[in-house]
């Protein structure tokens, strides 16, 4: 019998709104969209700086054009409406968690790229001068996340197969 992915979905609800919510401070708030270059150092080893993210992963795949945003978009979509498709698909509830994970993060970021025409990136994790990372957001880290849970899952976790009922040594 199917579950209904609950976790799933309030997972996905949750990030969403955190990611929505973090980027309107950023922007709205803090105004750091319109304060070129200034950044807020939170911590000696994260700040927050506002960049205008108009690629996806790791920058790439820049959208130069609206014709190359709105296909980003699509695809993204595409992607998002898979994740949903499997989150209702999968059974195990520590899947269902970390694939809502990657649709609240995916949508947060799809919502960004049509509404502004870039993905707003703010957090800043850096060593002095050294930053091992590019400037993401929340909705970066979920996907992160949600994708390592599925991968180790997948490679170090083995669900096991139920029993298989004999019929034939008369057990049924």
């Given at each position: 019998?199917?579950?209904?992915?609950?976790?799933g979905?309030?997972?996905?609800?949750?990030?969403?709104?955190?990611?929505?919510?973090?980027?309107?401070?950023?922007?709205?708030?803090?105004?750091?969209?319109?304060?070129?270059?200034?950044?807020?150092?939170?911590?000696?080893?994260?700040?927050?700086?506002?960049?205008?993210?108009?690629?996806?992963?790791?920058?790439?795949?820049?959208?130069?054009s609206d014709?190359?945003?709105?296909?980003?978009?699509?695809?993204?979509?595409?992607?998002?409406?898979?994740?949903?498709?499997?989150?209702f698909r999968?059974?195990?509830?520590?899947?269902?968690?970390?694939?809502?994970?990657?649709?609240?993060?995916?949508?947060?970021?799809?919502?960004?790229?049509?509404?502004?025409?870039?993905?707003?990136?703010?957090?800043?994790?850096?060593?002095?001068?050294?930053?091992?990372?590019?400037?993401f957001?929340?909705?970066?880290?979920?996907?992160?996340?949600?994708?390592?849970?599925?991968?180790?899952?997948?490679?170090?976790?083995?669900?096991?197969?139920?029993?298989?009922?004999s019929?034939e040594?008369?057990?049924?």
């Amino acid at each position: 019998m199917k579950q209904f992915p609950l976790i799933g979905l309030a997972a996905a609800a949750i990030v969403f709104l955190l990611d929505q919510a973090t980027k309107f401070i950023v922007t709205d708030v803090l105004g750091l969209d319109v304060l070129a270059g200034r950044t807020i150092e939170l911590l000696p080893v994260f700040r927050i700086r506002f960049v205008a993210n108009e690629g996806v992963s790791l920058g790439l795949l820049t959208a130069g054009s609206d014709g190359a945003r709105w296909a980003l978009v699509a695809l993204t979509s595409a992607i998002a409406a898979g994740v949903l498709v499997w989150l209702f698909r999968e059974r195990n509830r520590q899947d269902q968690l970390a694939l809502g994970l990657v649709l609240g993060g995916a949508l947060g970021n799809i919502i960004d790229r049509a509404r502004l025409g870039y993905v707003v990136d703010f957090a800043d994790l850096h060593f002095g001068e050294w930053s091992p990372f590019l400037v993401f957001n929340l909705a970066d880290a979920a996907i992160t996340i949600g994708v390592l849970v599925l991968l180790v899952r997948a490679i170090l976790v083995r669900d096991r197969p139920a029993a298989k009922v004999s019929v034939e040594n008369g057990n049924a």
